[in-house]
């Protein structure tokens, strides 16, 4: 009978990484929201209106920030700004746990 004797390097180096990452960005998740993020989630009216994605990115949308007219055409960011949004409210601990588990699959694809 053969047994298969799995190589558990990678798996040892998944688990690594996503110590590190933990390790590294760990001590901001309970951190407010900063900078971009007060216009962008917690000031934002339009979060979870589906204009606001900007689908038609040739009009320009003066209901944001300032009243100023713009195109803001980044359908990834909105969307991952509005689904936990929904989800589980504008809770900055939720974003940044979003942010550090994209940041390890970034990592493990790299790798």
């Not at 053969?2 to 998944?14: D, E, M, Q, R, S």
């Not at 974003?95 to 970034?106: A, K």
């Amino acid at each position: 009978m053969n047994i298969c004797k799995c190589n558990t390097y990678g798996l040892w180096v998944a688990l690594s990484l996503l110590l590190l990452c933990f390790a590294l960005f760990g001590p901001t998740m309970n951190y407010p929201f900063m900078m971009d993020d007060k216009a962008l989630i917690l000031r934002n009216e339009n979060i979870f209106d589906a204009g606001f994605l900007q689908i038609d990115y040739f009009r320009t949308d003066s209901s944001r920030e300032g009243g100023s007219q713009y195109v803001y055409f980044r359908p990834v960011t909105q969307i991952l700004n509005a689904l936990p949004a929904y989800f589980f409210g504008k809770d900055p601990f939720i974003y940044r746990l979003i942010n550090v588990l994209l940041f390890y699959l970034t990592c493990l694809v790299i790798y």
